[in-house]
């Protein structure tokens, strides 16, 4: 049940491609329940981007952009929920007046408070114009960072928005995208400060992967600003910037791993607000959502059992994967998750078959054939999504094969203490982990070797996370 909270058209988006029904349609066919339209908003004249002309014209296309949003939000009502926002900019103080004008006026699930300009120059266009906003800012890397944080800052204090973007998008196109924030003390203290009032408000980081998209090894915010987050106990939702339909999802699968390197146990997600109030809670937790091991190519299903210390089902429990209610006996339970992997081999399996249909049918040697078979899983499977993972997970030579191969289970239990009263981050401290490993084999019949095993629950309420892992 993946979601993502931030996306362009190029409909509304000069920098973007696909039409916005043509987002949607590529959100759902991914299977997303939840999917973020957030247009930019409009900027004044002395703001504008290379291909944009008209600052008018930019009013305009907003204006457009929020009754077709409502359009497509009521015409796929039954298959995705659709959340209209914006995508903020915040450059100059007219930009505060321009926020707070379309708040008045529309009405919005939420919106993105981002950064783009640092000392009104675009530090995410290209190169040249990043090396103006580093030159006004003293000359290296760390005095255009430290002025975009303090920039950032004000912002936050400004608007308290309620998903954070990129939070780290200034590290774009600097000499060293990869470089640990912690290394530069002062920027640091920056990045902390800013970390400190998103949490005392409330706010969420968004996991961005356009980063990885654009060529670094972690989505925005990297690692050390995650970790940091979290020991604020701080919260996170998943975002794709994606600017056409291609793009919808990508590198989700590369975000898996990195939510569990940076102890983040709890994703979430914004739900449609009933009325206008900015304070109107909208953020609900997604407890379990596309939590993976370390490993490569892991099979994430998304399935939550709320126990108590004695090992007895609290109320309510079910299947996140398929809303049902199995027996919670450790038997009934193994038996149903067994029914998700036989789904996963029968899937993938016809999807081998359709690969190996689709290359025969060319008239290729058999190394072109290799490289299409490569390029076409690759294309069909590279989401994230509880289905696709699925596909992901059996490797095609195996599917298509269909011989023996083995899958280790393993059962993470996290124990999450219960919040302060009337906390603003609930279930988001306190992290107690324990975690079993099981190794099963299954053969063409598909039955498993053994009985299954589980290790005892720690003494409190906990969630059981289940993950399965191909070896």
Same mark, same amino acid.
């Given at each position: 049940?993946?979601?993502?909270?931030?996306? =362009?058209?190029?409909?509304?988006?000069?920098?973007?491609?696909?039409?916005?029904?043509?987002?949607?349609?590529?959100?759902?066919?991914?299977? $997303?329940?939840?999917?973020? *339209?957030?247009?930019?908003?409009?900027?004044?004249?002395?703001?504008?981007?290379?291909?944009?002309? !008209?600052?008018?014209?930019?009013?305009?296309?907003?204006?457009?952009?929020?009754?077709?949003?409502?359009?497509?939000?009521?015409?796929?009502?039954?298959?995705?929920?659709?959340?209209?926002?914006?995508?903020?900019?915040?450059?100059?103080?007219?930009?505060?007046?321009?926020?707070?004008?379309?708040?008045?006026?529309?009405?919005? !699930?939420?919106?993105?408070?981002?950064?783009?300009?640092?000392?009104?120059? %675009?530090?995410?266009?290209?190169?040249?114009?990043?090396?103006?906003?580093?030159?006004?800012?003293?000359?290296?890397?760390?005095?255009?960072?430290?002025?975009?944080?303090?920039?950032?800052? !004000?912002?936050?204090?400004?608007?308290? %928005?309620?998903?954070?973007? =990129?939070?780290?998008?200034?590290?774009?196109?600097?000499?060293?995208?990869?470089?640990?924030?912690?290394? $530069?003390?002062?920027?640091?203290?920056?990045?902390?400060?800013?970390?400190?009032?998103?949490?005392?408000?409330?706010?969420?980081?968004? *996991?961005?992967?356009?980063?990885?998209?654009?060529?670094?090894?972690?989505?925005?915010?990297?690692?050390?600003?995650?970790?940091?987050?979290?020991?604020?106990?701080?919260?996170?939702?998943?975002?794709?910037?994606?600017?056409?339909?291609?793009?919808?999802?990508?590198?989700?699968?590369?975000?898996?791993?990195?939510?569990?390197?940076?102890?983040?146990?709890?994703? =979430?997600?914004?739900?449609?607000?009933?009325?206008?109030?900015?304070?109107?809670?909208?953020?609900?937790?997604?407890?379990?959502?596309?939590?993976?091991?370390?490993?490569?190519?892991?099979?994430?299903?998304?399935?939550?059992?709320?126990?108590?210390?004695?090992?007895?089902?609290?109320?309510?429990?079910?299947?996140?994967?398929?809303?049902?209610? %199995?027996?919670?006996?450790?038997?009934?339970?193994?038996?149903?998750?067994?029914?998700?992997?036989?789904?996963?081999?029968?899937?993938?399996?016809?999807?081998?078959?359709?690969?190996?249909?689709?290359?025969?049918?060319? !008239?290729?040697?058999?190394?072109?054939?290799?490289?299409?078979?490569?390029?076409?899983?690759?294309?069909?499977?590279?989401?994230?999504?509880?289905?696709?993972?699925?596909?992901?997970?059996?490797?095609?030579?195996?599917?298509?094969? =269909?011989?023996?191969?083995?899958?280790?289970? &393993?059962?993470?239990?996290?124990?999450?203490?219960?919040? &302060?009263?009337?906390?603003?981050?609930?279930?988001?401290?306190?992290?107690?982990?324990?975690?079993?490993?099981?190794?099963?084999?299954?053969?063409?019949?598909?039955?498993?070797?053994?009985?299954?095993?589980?290790?005892?629950? %720690? &003494?409190?309420?906990?969630?059981?996370?289940?993950?399965?892992?191909?070896?």
């Amino acid at each position: 049940m993946p979601h993502s909270h931030h996306s =362009h058209s190029g409909q509304f988006c000069a920098h973007a491609t696909c039409t916005l029904e043509e987002m949607v349609q590529q959100a759902i066919s991914l299977k $997303m329940d939840t999917f973020a *339209l957030t247009e930019h908003i409009p900027r004044d004249t002395a703001d504008l981007y290379p291909e944009e002309v !008209d600052a008018q014209k930019l009013v305009e296309i907003f204006d457009a952009y929020y009754p077709e949003a409502l359009r497509l939000r009521e015409k796929y009502a039954s298959q995705i929920t659709i959340l209209i926002g914006f995508e903020g900019e915040w450059i100059r103080p007219s930009s505060h007046t321009i926020i707070k004008d379309l708040l008045s006026r529309y009405k919005f !699930d939420f919106f993105v408070g981002s950064i783009h300009h640092t000392l009104t120059k %675009p530090i995410d266009f290209d190169h040249d114009m990043y090396y103006e906003a580093r030159t006004i800012a003293g000359g290296s890397d760390e005095d255009v960072f430290a002025a975009f944080f303090d920039e950032q800052y !004000d912002m936050l204090k400004a608007l308290t %928005p309620p998903l954070v973007g =990129h939070f780290d998008l200034i590290r774009l196109k600097s000499d060293d995208p990869e470089r640990n924030w912690t290394t $530069m003390p002062a920027v640091w203290e920056k990045i902390v400060r800013n970390l400190d009032f998103v949490a005392s408000y409330g706010g969420i980081l968004e *996991l961005n992967s356009s980063a990885i998209r654009k060529g670094m090894s972690e989505p925005y915010p990297k690692a050390e600003i995650c970790k940091e987050f979290v020991k604020k106990g701080g919260r996170f939702a998943l975002s794709d910037d994606s600017h056409a339909t291609s793009q919808v999802g990508l590198n989700f699968s590369k975000v898996l791993s990195f939510v569990e390197n940076t102890g983040i146990e709890e994703i =979430h997600y914004f739900t449609p607000k009933t009325d206008n109030n900015p304070n109107a809670q909208s953020i609900q937790p997604r407890k379990c959502l596309l939590l993976v091991n370390k490993g490569k190519d892991p099979l994430v299903l998304p399935l939550l059992f709320q126990i108590d210390s004695g090992g007895k089902s609290v109320i309510p429990y079910k299947c996140y994967g398929c809303d049902k209610q %199995p027996v919670f006996r450790p038997s009934a339970l193994f038996s149903h998750f067994l029914e998700h992997i036989n789904e996963a081999e029968d899937y993938t399996e016809r999807l081998a078959t359709e690969v190996l249909e689709e290359i025969n049918a060319k !008239d290729l040697t058999q190394k072109q054939k290799t490289t299409q078979s490569n390029l076409l899983r690759k294309q069909r499977l590279d989401f994230a999504g509880p289905e696709k993972i699925a596909q992901a997970k059996l490797k095609h030579e195996q599917a298509a094969q =269909h011989e023996q191969y083995s899958i280790r289970t &393993r059962i993470l239990i996290c124990s999450i203490h219960s919040p &302060r009263p009337n906390s603003a981050t609930p279930l988001a401290k306190n992290y107690t982990l324990s975690r079993c490993w099981m190794q099963r084999v299954f053969s063409k019949s598909r039955r498993p070797r053994g009985p299954p095993q589980y290790s005892s629950p %720690p &003494r409190s309420t906990i969630f059981a996370k289940i993950v399965y892992d191909c070896s």
